[in-house]
């Protein structure tokens, strides 16, 4: 992420529904439920065990998949097109929303 934002975080001012910016996958209906769990951003914080950023790169966060909560691993490497995130990202550089995302595709 520093290569994409020069002071990535997780969560930096607060999480808003208008922070998540769609990129070239068609993913707009999960991107609809991110912006309602950011309705109340307690719904997103809670998906994180890993809550700051961190050297190594890795993050833990989990899911309710079939009401069982699952826990998944992801890096913080996105793919990127001309220095952007490929698919999804936030205004403020915040890591939340394409860390959510990498998570649910994994």
């Known amino acids: 992420m520093s290569e994409i934002y020069d002071n990535a975080q997780i969560f930096h001012g607060g999480i ?3 922070d998540i910016n769609q990129g070239a996958l068609g993913n707009c209906y999960y991107l ?3 912006s309602a769990m950011a309705e109340i951003p307690e ?3 809670a998906c994180f065990h890993t809550k700051e950023r961190n ?3 890795i993050y833990l966060m989990s899911f309710f998949i079939n009401g ?3 826990p998944v ?3 913080d490497h996105v793919p990127t097109i001309y220095d952007r995130p490929s698919f ?3 205004k403020d550089g915040e890591m939340w929303a394409m860390l959510l995302d990498k998570a649910w595709a994994k």
Do not use: F, K, N
């Open 88 to 90: 999804v990202s936030t």
């Open 43 to 45: 719904r997103v914080e």
């Open 16 to 18: 808003t529904p208008s």
């Open 68 to 70: 069982v909560v699952s």
């Open 73 to 75: 691993i992801v890096d």
């Open 32 to 34: 609809a439920v991110l």
């Open 55 to 57: 050297s190594a790169g």
